[in-house]
């Protein structure tokens, strides 16, 4: 039934033009104006493709962005699923099973993400070199799952190394501050409570969402080269925690884009 699904969506989204990607992205809350970079060929509408999850957050417009940046043809998933949303973990990946059966060759992920490392300030961005699942489930546990590539994927290095130092080098070249460190990937959507912040804390991590996780092992399940960048768009100190605003959250993670736009146009040219 899921290689059925999947096939339909593909063949679909082929007759429409959906030709020869060779990258895909996906953006994160407020993370939107890099489409105004794209030379955009089509777009669809996520409720016009058959069998595709529909975006329910108002900040992720919920549409497929196929065209030309970088001197690539690269396929853009303007909003994402999330489990808050109400989505198992098969629909929650299910774009970026999409996008690698259309052919891409390597996957760009953003997002909006709260710094747990407090030497990190709100606005700037962070490279994830690893991550920690806190969303109880595994985007793999699923009947018949070998059929898409092995059960037991190693993630000793979920994210491509060479792309790691790619934008390294890139950011370095462009002056601008790029972090590394540990993503947590909670359910949500509510945010955390300081006990749950001084816990991620002693867990050594760097940086907290609801996002990307999952991505990224699927990513990994069928041998997807990939990378993350958050945009840190709030400062989650235990000690002198402020009561959220998500409008704020959305202003820096727009104020923050420009940067990350630089770096997946530099690293989409290589």
């Known amino acids: ?149 092995d059960m037991f994927v190693d993630m000793l290095a979920p994210y491509s190394p060479e792309m790691n130092a790619q934008l390294t080098t890139i950011a370095t070249k462009n002056n601008i501050t790029l972090h590394q460190g540990v993503y947590a990937s909670v359910i949500g959507p509510h945010l955390e409570t300081r006990a749950e912040y001084r816990m991620l804390q002693i867990l050594e991590v760097d940086a907290v969402g609801m996002s990307t996780v999952p991505e990224v092992i699927v990513a990994n399940h069928l041998n997807l080269p990939c990378i993350a960048i958050s945009v840190l768009t709030d400062e989650c100190n235990p000690k002198n925690l402020q009561p959220i605003d998500i409008a704020e959250i959305i202003a820096i993670a727009e104020k923050a884009e420009p940067k990350m736009i630089v770096l997946f146009k530099e690293l989409i040219k290589l």
């Open 1 to 149: 039934m899921k290689k059925q699904q999947l096939q339909e969506t593909t063949e679909f989204l082929q007759s429409k033009g959906f030709l020869k990607p060779q990258v895909g992205i996906v953006l994160g809350t407020g993370l939107g104006k890099i489409v105004a970079e794209i030379d955009i060929e089509i777009e669809i509408l996520y409720r016009d493709i058959p069998n595709f999850p529909q975006a329910t957050v108002e900040f992720h417009s919920g549409k497929l962005i196929y065209g030309n940046l970088s001197g690539k043809k690269v396929i853009v998933m303007v909003g994402r699923f999330h489990v808050y949303e109400g989505y198992d973990l098969w629909s929650v990946t299910y774009g970026i099973r999409v996008m690698n059966a259309l052919g891409i060759h390597k996957l760009l992920i953003s997002n909006a993400a709260g710094a747990i490392n407090l030497s990190y300030k709100k606005g700037e961005l962070m490279l994830i070199n690893d991550h920690i699942n806190l969303q109880g489930n595994s985007p793999l546990a699923f009947k018949g799952v070998a059929t898409f590539g």
